[in-house]
C-alpha cells in the first residue's frame, strides 16, 4: 500500500476570540493550496461556518486541522459540545430564508465536494473536502444545479 502524501497546514486550538484570525489563516493557506476564486470563497465561507458552530454549540471552543493531499484541501473541525441531533443531521433541506440559525451544516454540506460527519454526546467532528484542481475542471454539487 502506497501511503499518501499529506502535509498539515493548520493545527489550532480556538476560541470565539480567534475565529477572525482563524478564518484568515485557512484563507491564505488555502490559496496557497490551490483554490481559487468562487472555490477559494465557498471552502473559507464553510470553514467559517463549522469553527462558528463549534464556538456557538460545541462548548464555546474547538480543534481545527486542515491539510492537503494531492489533488484535496481537507478541514476538520471538532468540538467537545453534546452533540448533533440525529434530526438536525438527517435535514439536508435547505433552510428558509427567514431563518436565523440552521444554515452552517447545510451551507458546509453545498460549499464543498464532500462532508463527514461523527457526533455523540462527547463532541462533534466534521470533515470537509475540496479538489484543488481550477474550477473549470471540477463541477461540485453546488456548481451542477442540484
Not at 480567534?18 to 471552502?43: M, N, P
Not at 462558528?52 to 480543534?63: D, F, I, L, P
Not at 492537503?68 to 476538520?76: F, M, R, S
Not at 453545498?110 to 463527514?116: G, H, I, N, Q, R
Amino acid at each position: 500500500m502506497v501511503p499518501i502524501e499529506h502535509a498539515l497546514l493548520i493545527a489550532d486550538a480556538f476560541d470565539q476570540a480567534q475565529v477572525t484570525e482563524l478564518r484568515h489563516s485557512v484563507a491564505a493557506c488555502a490559496r496557497t493550496a490551490g483554490l481559487r476564486d468562487d472555490r477559494l470563497d465557498d471552502f473559507v465561507l464553510a470553514v467559517n461556518e463549522l469553527i462558528t458552530n463549534a464556538v456557538r454549540h460545541g462548548g464555546g471552543q474547538g480543534w481545527l486541522r486542515l491539510w492537503k493531499e494531492p489533488g484535496l484541501l481537507l478541514c476538520e473541525v471538532a468540538d467537545h459540545g453534546p452533540g448533533i441531533s440525529t434530526q438536525n443531521l438527517d435535514n439536508r433541506s435547505r433552510p428558509a430564508p427567514e431563518t436565523a440559525g440552521g444554515w452552517g451544516l447545510w451551507l458546509a454540506r453545498e460549499l464543498t465536494d464532500a462532508m463527514d460527519v461523527e457526533t455523540g454526546s462527547a463532541g462533534t467532528t466534521v470533515r470537509i473536502i475540496t479538489a484543488t484542481v481550477p474550477a473549470e475542471q471540477h463541477v461540485g454539487r453546488h456548481r451542477s444545479g442540484e
